[in-house]
């Protein structure tokens, strides 16, 4: 038997799982998209942008300003790891930076909710700082609070992937770029960031689609408008059972996700050739 | 390695100070605000019997909530049971499938192998209500919607990505020639993987239980459509204890989720190497 086709045998049972629980089921829900009482159109998607695009604007936006957060401080943590010399303060954060990482999102809804509420702990310790007074407390439970509840899931798990690839690179040309007199910092963005570029962009692309299709951050931190789409598929479906448009809905997400996932592949396909 | 100037100048003027804990202790104090503040108001609201706004403190302490929640009456205990049941068979069936595949997509040449890869990430990618709707409206048709069997499946094509990309990461992170070694003074193909390949994956694969484990456990949107109200999951509980207004119930239910989660973070390392690591999703 070929290595080829004893491959294909073994890989099949797990694809076939994904096609039939998934892409048949994502299939139906792309027909669906274009389906209106029997007959085909772009009817769904005309009833959607009128309804939803400052929703799919705001989503956008949240997700990739989250993703930059996220690769800034999953960058910065793997970074102190790997090049910092106080071996104190490296154990301290390496110690620290891990305990959002497996925290279900549900949880991470329910933890900053009650935590950046109008009388929650961040609002309490900065008026006992005596940086806001009690009358300017407000509740960060809008677009803020889903960015935060974002990168304080995610930034972690970046960070884990990232500060991996970080150790098991080769310490011979930063220390040769140390004894020259290069800045950590120099080194950081010139030597160590362009090394693990594949495996940083894998954990961005991983946490992109992670935060698309998370539901219970949106529902349980901003249900106010306006807010992210996976919010607005469950309500079109709650409350009109409108599955046209939140097949429509879904399919822009998809798009936006596809086009992400579209960066990883181009950029694996360049470095293994 | 500070130079020479810089620590001969901080020792004239402060003698075994390091002045650059100033910097370092604000951003890991910082930091820790930002990672236990949270966790700690959390903890708060689980025995705060009153708590309103503008007091920093519950007014009143004590634990009459945990009793609701866990009294023979109340349905935590049984959403618990589920949830861990559900979760132990998502693992099995998960792991059955990604093992051999993930053996193939690191050793045997695959045709299309990225595209392969990325076929496992879709059901991250694409927001899962529409399709979880679909499959809801499938499995009514064949009798799972509101089973374990029911719920089981759809959490194993959630996890699969994870299960197969860190097992291809894994296997692929075996050194080539120990294999080699045993097929050379005699081994079959089985017996090598068995012998050779599966234990030195092992700490891998063990790993990407655990994640599976979780990501189950986590699950929220899939157990809804798919689940509810037949298969009580403590997501479940957790979110309509929530939108209910009831934080005392919703914070116990989340602290229930935090044990495990936290656990394995603590002895993530153990199981995930850094040579492994550095190969997901490659």
């Given at each position: ?231 607005d598929i469950a309500f079109r479906l709650n409350a009109y059972r409108d599955y046209g448009v939140a ?27 | ?54 007091h920093a403190l519950p007014l009143e302490y004590g634990f009459s909530y945990w009793q609701r929640v ?194 394995f973070m603590l002895v993530v390392e153990r199981f995930l190497k850094a040579d492994v690591l550095s190969?997901?999703?490659?």
């Amino acid at each position: 038997m070929s290595k080829r086709l004893l491959g294909l045998i073994l890989v099949l049972p797990a694809l076939a799982t994904i096609t039939l629980l998934f892409l048949v089921p994502l299939a139906a829900s792309i027909i669906g998209a274009f389906e209106i009482e029997g007959s085909y159109g772009l009817g769904n998607f005309d009833k959607a942008f009128a309804l939803y695009s400052q929703d799919i604007l705001f989503t956008v936006v949240i997700v990739s300003l989250s993703t930059a957060i996220i690769g800034l401080v999953a960058i910065a943590i793997g970074g102190y790891l790997t090049l910092g010399e106080n071996t104190l303060a490296v154990s301290i954060l390496r110690w620290l930076y891990r305990w959002p990482l497996f925290i279900p999102f549900i949880v991470v809804g329910q933890v900053l909710r009650t935590f950046l509420a109008k009388n929650g702990m961040m609002n309490n310790t900065l008026v006992s700082l005596g940086v806001i007074t009690p009358l300017e407390a407000t509740s960060f439970l809008d677009w803020r609070g889903i960015v935060i509840a974002f990168v304080w899931k995610q930034a972690p798990f970046v960070a884990l992937l990232v500060s991996g690839a970080m150790a098991s690179l080769d310490r011979g040309t930063i220390e040769a770029a140390r004894n020259l007199g290069a800045s950590r910092l120099r080194i950081l963005v010139e030597i160590v960031v362009p090394q693990v570029a594949t495996t940083l962009i894998v954990g961005l692309v991983l946490s992109f689609v992670t935060m698309m299709s998370v539901l219970s951050v949106p529902l349980m931190i901003n249900a106010q408008s306006p807010t992210m789409i996976t919010a607005d598929i469950a309500f079109r479906l709650n409350a009109y059972r409108d599955y046209g448009v939140a097949n429509a809905l879904g399919l822009i997400s998809l798009l936006i996700t596809a086009s992400v996932a579209w960066i990883y592949l181009k950029h694996n396909v360049r470095s293994q050739a | 390695m500070t130079s020479l100037a810089t620590t001969t100048a901080t020792a004239r003027r402060l003698p075994r100070i390091d002045l650059w804990w100033v910097p370092r202790g604000l951003v890991l104090g910082l930091l820790a605000f930002a990672i236990f503040g949270p966790l700690t108001n959390l903890v708060l609201w689980t025995v705060a019997e009153r708590w309103y706004f503008p007091h920093a403190l519950p007014l009143e302490y004590g634990f009459s909530y945990w009793q609701r929640v866990f009294s023979p009456r109340g349905n935590a205990m049984e959403s618990l049971a589920n949830s861990v049941f559900v979760a132990s068979l998502t693992v099995i069936v998960a792991l059955a499938l990604a093992v051999p595949a993930g053996y193939a997509l690191a050793r045997l040449r695959l045709p299309l192998r990225s595209l392969i890869l990325v076929a496992f990430l879709i059901p991250q990618a694409f927001p899962n209500l529409p399709v979880y709707v679909n499959i809801a409206r499938l499995f009514y048709g064949l009798g799972l919607n509101g089973t374990i069997p029911g719920v089981v499946l759809v959490h194993v094509t959630h996890g699969l990505v994870y299960a197969v990309w860190i097992a291809t990461a894994a296997f692929s992170a075996i050194d080539r020639e120990l294999e080699e070694a045993a097929r050379s003074i005699g081994a079959s193909a089985l017996r090598t993987f068995r012998d050779v390949t599966l234990p030195l994956a092992a700490p891998g694969l063990m790993a990407s239980a655990i994640f599976v484990f979780l990501e189950s456990l986590d699950e929220f949107t899939g157990s809804f459509f798919v689940g509810a109200p037949d298969v009580n999951l403590l997501p479940l509980l957790l979110y309509t204890a929530g939108a209910g207004g009831n934080y005392q119930i919703a914070s116990i239910t989340a602290l229930l989720l935090l044990v495990p989660s936290i656990g394995f973070m603590l002895v993530v390392e153990r199981f995930l190497k850094a040579d492994v690591l550095s190969r997901v999703g490659h």
